[in-house]
């Protein structure tokens, strides 16, 4: 939930990390985007600490060097579909509407700050009723 509302991450995103993908010295890690768009995002210290938590005490063991693995065997990577699923129930138990253009929008601009979201998502990939908010 901290990659998808901190850094503004896609379900597909988060889907496709892989261990590999983290660099833990240098701060940040690697986002394979649409498109075959590849690029780094600095790490926020409270995200990689949830990471870092998950890959010690919550991942199953598995073969896969996807980050995030299903919940329930067999533990393969989880699926986009996996992830917004997971983001539906979290906002069903909070009693929050799942909104994920803004909740993605929102977490960036939280996490980031305007200009680095400007810098790294181009408008063309906000979703156009936040657009306005960018400019």
């Known amino acids: 939930m901290l990659l998808l ?3 503004g991450l896609r379900a597909g995103e988060v889907a496709r990390l892989q261990l590999d993908d983290i ?9 394979r ?27 199953p063991h598995a073969e896969t060097r996807a980050v995030f693995l299903r919940g329930i065997a067999p ?26 253009s803004l909740l993605r929008l929102a977490g960036a601009v939280s996490g980031l700050g305007w200009r680095t ?8 990939v906000v979703p156009g009723c936040c657009r306005t908010y960018l400019r």
Do not use: F, H, M
């Open 23 to 31: 660099d833990w010295r240098a701060g940040d890690l690697l986002v």
């Open 33 to 59: 985007g649409k498109g075959r768009r590849n690029e780094r995002l600095p790490l926020p210290g409270d995200v990689g600490a949830a990471v870092a938590g998950y890959l010690r005490k919550g991942r």
């Open 75 to 100: 533990a393969v990577a989880l699926t986009p579909q996996g992830v917004t699923w997971i983001v539906y129930a979290a906002s069903d138990r909070a009693g929050v509407p799942a909104v994920r």
């Open 5 to 7: 509302a901190r850094l």
């Open 117 to 124: 979201v400007r810098g790294v998502r181009p408008l063309s």
